[in-house]
């Protein structure tokens, strides 16, 4: 069963940082690439950062500089550094499959992520 | 880099068809075809739905349909059913290494 399992949600403080995992199960991990989606409470989707699947890494511009998106093929483990967290940040954050054709075609479940005082 | 452009809302009675449009701003938009739509029910991950402008994956019913004109892509849900009402996304590739989504449609049963 192809499936992604995100975790490392939490409450952190504003300035803080947080490590979220997606492990991956029922395809060839190094054949896909993987994104970040995240979505704030009550709001629409956001892009967030992508992993191709030869390690090359693309971000958000809200994301750029403060998030890394890194992945460890012996774990099928895909990882998403967040740091200088802001309030804004606060949100769900889904780890899925691009389906080699610029879409999304496997999420996980998602990990909830609050950024407050 | 694009933006796209969705409506609220929209709505239909059971066994009709409602269409979701997805507009998108950028100029140069006309010939992209990684369009791509998604079905969101409250507490749930999202689901692709349709995947390069007109594509359905498996497992999506066939009431599901994509297409584009220029700068326009558009959803339909056909022969509506109680299920269907969720919240829809679409989403492109905007070029320069970058995906883009629109700010979603609530699509409401009567």
């Known amino acids: 069963q192809v499936q992604l399992v995100e975790s490392g949600g939490g409450v952190v403080q504003p300035g803080g940082s947080l490590r979220l995992s997606c492990v991956a199960s029922?395809?060839?991990?190094?054949?896909?690439?993987i994104h970040w989606v995240r979505q704030a409470p009550g709001k629409g989707l956001e892009w967030v950062a992508f992993?191709?699947?030869?390690?090359?890494?693309w971000y958000a511009d809200s994301a750029n500089g403060r998030f890394t998106i890194s992945r460890d093929i012996s774990k099928n483990t895909l990882y998403l550094q967040l740091s200088s967290l802001r309030p804004e940040d606060t949100a769900v954050y889904y780890c899925?499959?691009?389906?080699?054709?610029?879409?999304?075609?496997?999420w996980g479940q998602g990990t909830m992520v609050t950024v407050s005082s | 880099q694009s933006a796209l452009t969705q409506p609220p809302s929209a709505s239909g009675s059971p066994g009709q068809s409602v269409t979701i449009s997805c507009i998108e701003s950028?100029?140069?938009?006309?010939?992209?075809?990684?369009v791509s739509w998604y079905q969101q029910h409250p507490g749930k991950a999202p689901k692709l739905m349709i995947y390069?402008?007109?594509k359905r994956p498996s497992g999506v019913p066939d009431r599901f349909s994509g297409s584009k004109s220029g700068n326009t892509a558009s959803l339909t849900v056909s022969g509506l059913q109680a299920e269907d009402e969720a919240d829809y996304y679409c989403?492109?590739?905007?070029?320069?290494?970058?995906?883009?989504f629109g700010g979603g449609t609530k699509l409401t049963v009567l």
């Open positions: 899925i499959r691009d389906d080699l054709n610029y879409a999304f075609d496997i």
């Open positions: 950028s100029s140069d938009v006309s010939g992209n075809k990684h």
């Open positions: 029922g395809f060839t991990f190094t054949d896909y690439g």
């Open positions: 989403s492109a590739y905007g070029g320069n290494h970058c995906w883009v």
């Open positions: 992993l191709r699947y030869d390690e090359e890494k």
């Open positions: 390069e402008v007109s």
